[in-house]
């Protein structure tokens, strides 16, 4: 079965940091680009990041930009989202997917909460 | 960059009827797809490339639209169908529409 499974998130102080994982099964992620997205409960989605398949092209929300990094162990099969610098605005349901049929997102995680509170 | 506005924000209607969402784009839009949520649930891609069906998608799903202005027509609605509806120009730096919510009459 073609499956995204994400760990990471919970609750974090502001200015913390928190690793966002993503393991792919029942495909080679190497195939891919990958995203990640957000949702605030109630609200849209957002785009956060993609990576392309090897890895050499990023690109981040301007609302991220140098302080979220997105990378990918292909070896492992597995995308992370490194998140630093938290803020209140970063809270919400982090997704992350995989690009095709020209980067349209056909396999989803299941998402993962991330909570940012003194 | 490119905004999509989806219209309307809410959209009630009873089983059987049928449903049309609209997506409109700031500029054009050469990919634009569909996705289906459910509360609780992960997005679905419903459809891509403005009018091409995912993967086991029910036909009852159809879009339409080129440029600026797309549609989703769902021709019947089926109790699972009731949902949120977002648009989304796929690419590399893919916004999302707002979503319109299909609800119960």
Redesign the interface.
Known sequence: EVQLVQSGGGLVQPGGSLRLSCAASGFTLSSYWM?W?RQVPGK????VS?INNDGGDT?YADSVKGRFTISRDNARDTLYLQMSDLRAEDMGVY?CSR?A??????V????TTVTVSS | EIVLTQSPGTLSLSPGERATLSCRASQTVTLLAWYQQKPGQAPRLLIYGASTRAAGIPDRFSGSGSGTEFTLTISRLEPEDYAVYYCHQHGRSPPFGGGTKVEIK
């Open positions: 995203y997205v849209g989605l957002v785009w993609y690109k997704y690009g049929f020209f980067h349209a997102l056909d989803w995680g299941q998402g």
